[in-house]
């Protein structure tokens, strides 16, 4: 009769395990993401603080020049941080004769975060 209590007993244990385990599954609670959690979260704290690449270098010709006043536009990088995409430089015409292109920037703010500054057309 004690065997058959320990059978029993053992039987409840196991299938409230079982049970508690499957609750976590269900939830999402895995061991292996818990422990990655902590690096991945880590990784793209990185990448958001990171600047955008260098520019790239253009080769531009005068005698590309569509007329005798427009103004070359060099590249930028353009996006969010961490997916930035080239734009390419081009031959453009100031919306004003005496105009001169102020390229964009990226400046870092106070929390170290990136953000850009739209190029325009000045005085």
């Known amino acids: 009769m004690s065997q ?12 409230r395990v079982a049970g508690g385990l499957s609750l976590f599954a ?3 609670f895995t061991g292996p993401k818990l422990l990655a959690s902590p690096v991945l979260a880590d990784i793209s704290i990185n990448l958001e603080l990171a ?6 270098h253009e080769v531009f010709f005068e005698r590309d020049r569509p007329g005798p006043d427009y103004i070359w536009v060099a590249g930028f990088w353009d996006g969010a941080p ?13 919306p004003h004769g005496h105009h001169h292109w102020a390229p964009p920037r ?3 703010d106070h929390d170290g975060r990136y953000h850009q500054v739209k190029g325009e057309w000045r005085d």
């Open 4 to 15: 058959l209590k320990n059978f029993s007993s053992s039987r409840s244990i196991a299938a």
């Open 26 to 28: 269900v939830a999402g």
């Open 51 to 56: 600047g955008p690449p260098p520019p790239r």
């Open 82 to 94: 961490g997916q930035y995409q080239w734009v390419a430089g081009h031959w453009d015409r100031p």
């Open 106 to 108: 990226w400046e870092k």
